[in-house]
């Protein structure tokens, strides 16, 4: 496995990492574990959740999951660089009116401290925020942030789906305040999804922020199965846009014959090459998943492999505004 640091910081973390999205939903925990386990033997140090996962009336099952994991001792949290978030609803109805999405310092207390007891530990390495908060001043969401770090609770605070002026108006008002701020940026980016090349990555590099990619096989469509149309497979529930795609899935496929390499892998693999990105999450359902997912890091594609993908996949053209701009 291979390491870098997260963003500007000093915390080395896995070029993989392990998102655990489907534990407690489409995998049992007895193969969550497994996986985990396996994760660790592989060199995979960074793990990825979120207090919403398991989603509904179920909110929070993943991070128990986690939990229980932990609790079989043998290092396994000393060795784990865990990252959760906030900002979903979590069904709870004590809550009442704040039963609600959002940023606000009352939630992020709560839901950190209900979040540090279903994963059975006392901190949390990355602390990220799920969404944007269009309604909350950051005077007060960095101010519950700032706490959380100072009770030794979370080590650094991240985002996911913010755009680039997000990440700028963020740091901006961190730094006033004195405080790190963003260590990390989870986006939606993979070959089929390059908008965010246009400002997040810029952003993101500009500020020292590192970007973990979500979806990098843009759920399935390019892990090579697309094509089969399988019924009852997340493939044959998305024909329409498996249609859509299908002269770039062909083309995508070929390409990736002749390489002798699988679709996955080479998804992967591009997202690895690129200098703004830390570490692809890898939303694994079963152990066979988890290890075709693990040859990612060890594949590199030269300049000819990149430049043919991206003609099969053309981003936006470069950063804005060079990209649509004179």
């Known amino acids: 496995m291979e390491y ?3 963003g500007r910081t000093g915390l080395k973390v896995s070029r993989l990492c392990l998102g655990t999205m489907n534990f407690g939903v489409d995998t049992e925990e007895k193969e969550a574990f497994r996986i985990m386990d396996a994760a660790l033997d592989a060199g995979i140090n960074f793990f990825d959740t979120a207090n919403v996962y398991g989603w509904g009336e179920n909110a929070g099952r993943t991070e128990e999951i986690i939990g229980r994991w932990f609790a079989q001792g043998g290092g396994r949290r000393e060795r784990v660089v865990l990252a959760t978030k906030v900002f979903g609803e979590m069904h709870n109805p004590l809550e009442g009116p704040n039963n ?4 606000s310092a009352f939630k992020i207390r709560r839901h950190l401290e209900d979040s540090l007891r279903r994963l059975q530990t006392d901190h949390i ?3 990220q925020m799920h969404h944007v908060d269009w309604k909350v001043s950051w005077a007060e969401i960095w101010g519950a942030f700032e706490l959380a770090v100072q009770q030794g609770k979370a080590g650094y605070i991240g985002a996911s789906n913010f755009p680039g002026w997000k990440l700028m108006e963020a740091q901006k008002e961190a730094e006033s ?3 790190l701020g963003l260590v990390s940026e989870q986006h939606k980016y993979n070959l ?3 908008l965010p090349e246009l400002e997040v990555l810029p952003a993101a590099q500009h500020l020292g922020i590192g970007v973990i990619p979500w979806s990098p096989l843009d759920g399935g469509l390019l892990g090579g199965n697309a094509l089969k149309k ?5 493939s044959g529930r998305d024909a329409a846009r498996i249609e859509k795609h299908r002269i770039q899935l062909e083309q995508f496929s070929g390409l990736c014959r002749e390489l002798g390499v699988r679709e996955d892998t080479v ?3 591009w997202l690895l090459a690129n200098p703004a990105v830390t570490a692809p999450i890898i939303g694994c359902r079963t152990m066979e998943q988890f290890e075709q997912s693990l040859r990612a890091v060890e594949v590199v594609l030269n300049e000819e492999v990149l430049n043919r993908l991206d003609e099969i ?3 936006p053209g470069g950063q804005a505004p060079e990209a649509y701009a004179w």
């Open 192 to 194: 089929n999804c390059r």
């Open 4 to 6: 870098t640091t997260l």
């Open 230 to 234: 399988q019924p009852g497979t997340r």
């Open 100 to 103: 609600t999405p959002g940023l």
């Open 267 to 269: 998804a992967l693999a």
């Open 313 to 315: 996949f053309p981003g």
């Open 125 to 127: 390495e990355l602390y």
């Open 177 to 179: 305040r004195h405080f």
